[in-house]
């Protein structure tokens, strides 16, 4: 199959670096940090901090232009978290929003032709799983110090050692079904777009499938990250 | 965004999410099993409990989804 043109690989590669279009075939590390989910992940965190920065530079108590706007999706993402979580899950933000605007971002590049969504790859979304699922102990333990181990033992006494191991079956799950969600979402979007691009000639009949694109990545970034802020809040209650 | 809408929104994000959770417990559960036998070299046993208990995993999952919302 023809690869698709990628914008930062071809200026990688008119600047003399090493660039494969395949992981499967990188085998230094030079070649494996350009592979386009590496590179794009890095141009979507600096684009972020210095929209950010841009934004921040001159704050007002009287909101104007992008302020304005960061200010009421901001403040719709932590209010609708903290209706998760409860007011004791609010310093917990900072993680969840960082969360929200890069997988909604990265969603979206893969969208613009020429452009590659790092989401598409299992790789960054194991990452954001396993920080979240990591995250969901460590604040555990910080809150309920060893009383935490209550939340893997069940109600009945004899049947720990059996609830035991199926809580961290369960909790293996999470990490997974979070993260292969997302992959297989943006990842089947992409791969039905260069299908029809394929039998369907170039003109607009991808069209429609980027419709429902913008719509899955939107739901997407949604689920993940109402889900993370489930299993936060389901770290912070006490055990039954 | 009203309250019912919101409510509903978040509703069917946790809905869609149950199958899969079902799914891959399971299997995750038959994957431990598979290791731990080729581990212990006591095929088929730690298979066959494993299995069964990803089976438990996943719809424990689902039964708590359903009675935390019994509950509401």
Not at chain 1, 172 to 193: C, D, M, P, Q, Y
Not at chain 1, 214 to 236: D, H, K, W
Not at chain 2, 52 to 64: D, E, K, Q, S, W
Request: hydrophobic share 55%; charged share 15%; with cysteine.
């Amino acid at each position: 199959m023809e690869h698709p043109i990628i914008f930062l690989n071809l200026l990688f590669e008119k600047l003399g670096l090493p660039i494969v279009h395949d992981f499967t075939h990188a085998h230094t590390f030079l070649e494996k940090i350009l592979l386009p989910y590496v590179t794009y992940t890095w141009l979507i965190m600096i684009s972020l901090v210095i929209l950010v920065k841009l934004t921040v530079r001159r704050i007002e108590l009287v909101p104007r232009g992008g302020q304005n706007v960061f200010e009421v999706v901001i403040s719709a993402i932590e209010e609708f978290m903290v209706g998760v979580t409860g007011e004791e899950g609010r310093y917990l933000f900072p993680l969840i929003g960082t969360l929200a605007f890069f997988i909604l971002i990265s969603n979206y590049m893969g969208m613009i032709p020429g452009f590659f969504g790092p989401t598409a790859n299992v790789n960054t979304t194991a990452a954001c799983a396993i920080i979240v699922v990591v995250y969901t102990h460590v604040i555990g333990v910080k809150f309920h110090g060893l009383k935490y181990i209550k939340h893997f033992m069940g109600p009945i006494w004899w049947l720990s050692p059996l609830i035991f191991v199926v809580e961290v079956i369960g909790h293996i799950a999470r990490i997974l079904s979070l993260s292969i969600r997302l992959f297989g979402n943006i990842f089947g979007e992409e791969l039905v777009l260069a299908i029809l691009m394929v039998l369907a000639g170039l003109y607009l009949a991808p069209l429609p499938i980027m419709f429902l694109g913008l719509f899955t990545g939107g739901v997407q970034a949604f689920i993940f990250v109402l889900l993370s802020s489930m299993y936060f809040a389901g770290a912070l209650e006490h055990a039954h | 965004m009203k309250e019912d809408t919101r409510k509903a929104l978040k509703l069917a994000g946790l809905a869609s999410t149950l199958g899969l959770t079902i799914v891959i417990a399971t299997f995750i559960g038959l994957a431990l099993g598979l290791w731990l036998d080729r581990v212990f070299d006591t095929s088929p046993w730690l298979t066959v409990i494993f299995l069964i208990l990803g089976i438990i995993a996943g719809f424990r999952n689902f039964y708590r989804f359903m009675s935390k919302r019994a509950k509401e």
